[in-house]
């Protein structure tokens, strides 16, 4: 196994416009979605829907952000910032990790009340960063829709909000680094929730963790890869990025689907609260997947 850059590696790309578009070709989508999904466990989307326009104001509101002074970033710290809907904060905290990341973050989280976002969310990204994150979310439940009923399993409005309800945009800034092989952009790890949809520069930076082919990683589902990620630093350019994050709630229970178990003949994977799962994957931050090892059921 090695680490591939994303932005270099011919990764599947996947025409969303021919799912509905003139020259649509639904099965041929669904058919290379799944591929993905049970293959690489990351691809990028084109034709998706949201305007090259729209992407490049959501960077650009990044950017502003982050290019603030910094008495103006640190009144959305935690603890002294005015909404628990925003938190501005670094990742580079030597005296508490192991491994130094190079990493201004602002974390956005949506309560389902647009009036919030914008009141709340830092003045020079809340309007763009909205909307960035409605047709995200959108585009998102098309693509779980699709992966979900392959397992046999309609996505309806109850499952999509149980499962993709809570809502994180994160914006990412990772200056210039003097020397990065010191340090990371973002420690080795694997997103703990259900889909994450990552929007990002030119720079550069994102590496995947590939695996052969025949090679399955001992935490990897049966149905859908988990893939590892890290991010480089650069000495010469700054970079964003502004992942959107699904998740579920803290109290629902997520566990393998019965039809899936049915099919296989036995759960590999016992059931748990979501917030159990996320206290462990933060537990074990930088050791990849190891979280899933917590859920994983063992016999004598």
Known sequence: MNYISADVTPLPVIDLSRLDGPEHDQDQVKEALVKAAETVGFFYVVKHGLSTQLLEEVKDAARQFFNQPAEKKLAYLKGVSPSSLVNYGTSFVPEKKKSF???????MYYN?????????????????????????TTMARRIMEILMKNLGEKLDDSMAETYMGVKVVNMNFYPTCP?????????RHSDFGTLTVLLQDDIGGLSIRVQAEGDI????????KIPKCRVRTTSTQSRVSIPVFLNPGPMV???????????????????????DYKNQFFAQTYHGKKALEFLKITTP
């Not at 919030?116 to 909205?130: F, G, H, M, N, R």
């Not at 020397?179 to 420690?187: H, Q």
């Not at 990683?217 to 859908?224: A, H, L, S, V």
């Open 101 to 107: 990341e190079w990493k201004d973050y602002c974390s």
């Open 112 to 136: 389902d009340n647009d009036n919030d976002a914008l009141k709340y969310w830092p003045d020079q990204c809340s309007e763009i960063v909205l909307k960035y994150m409605k047709m995200s």
């Open 179 to 187: 020397d990065p092989g010191l340090t990371v952009g973002v420690g």
């Open 217 to 224: 990683g001992k935490e990897d589902t049966k149905q859908w």
């Open 253 to 275: 229970n997520i566990g393998p689907l019965p039809q899936v178990v049915e099919k296989d003949g036995k759960a590999e994977y016992k059931t748990c609260l979501f917030k």
